[in-house]
């Protein structure tokens, strides 16, 4: 079974940075996508980055471009989400979620992925 466990939210100012870390285990597909989703109270989860087996073509919303950056290091299978420039709109719980390799049309959809971590709190205040 495949398991995701997510660390590195916390609260930090605007402007500020953070990275965020998902190390996965029991996950056997030769490649894969994985993203990092966002929900904030009374919005719907949305995709914010994701990426292929191999680092080819990441994609971003276009809230987060320029301020993250999606990464993976395969000998510790895990995948990192770097916020700088951080905006209280950023203020979510943050998820990181995998599934078998997709479209590109699909990586950021919540809905085309059916392994999820536990989710880590991100809070940025003004």
């Known amino acids: 079974q495949v398991q995701l466990v997510e660390s590195g939210g916390g609260s930090v100012q605007a402007g500020g940075s953070l990275r965020l870390s998902c190390a996965a285990s029991g996950y056997t597909y030769s490649s894969n996508s994985m993203g990092w989703f966002r929900q904030a109270p009374g919005k719907e989860r949305e995709g914010v980055a994701a990426?292929?087996?191999?680092?080819?073509?990441?994609y971003y919303a276009d809230s987060v471009k320029g301020r993250f950056t999606i990464s993976q290091d395969n000998a510790k299978n895990t995948v990192y989400l770097q916020m700088n420039s951080l905006k209280p709109e950023d203020t979510a719980m943050y998820y990181c979620?995998?599934?078998?390799?997709?479209?590109?049309?699909?990586?950021?959809?919540?809905?085309?992925?059916?392994?999820w971590g536990q989710g880590t709190q991100v809070t940025v205040s003004s």
């Open positions: 990426i292929y087996t191999g680092g080819v073509s990441p």
């Open positions: 979620a995998a599934d078998r390799l997709m479209s590109r049309y699909d990586v950021l959809k919540p809905g085309r992925y059916n392994y």
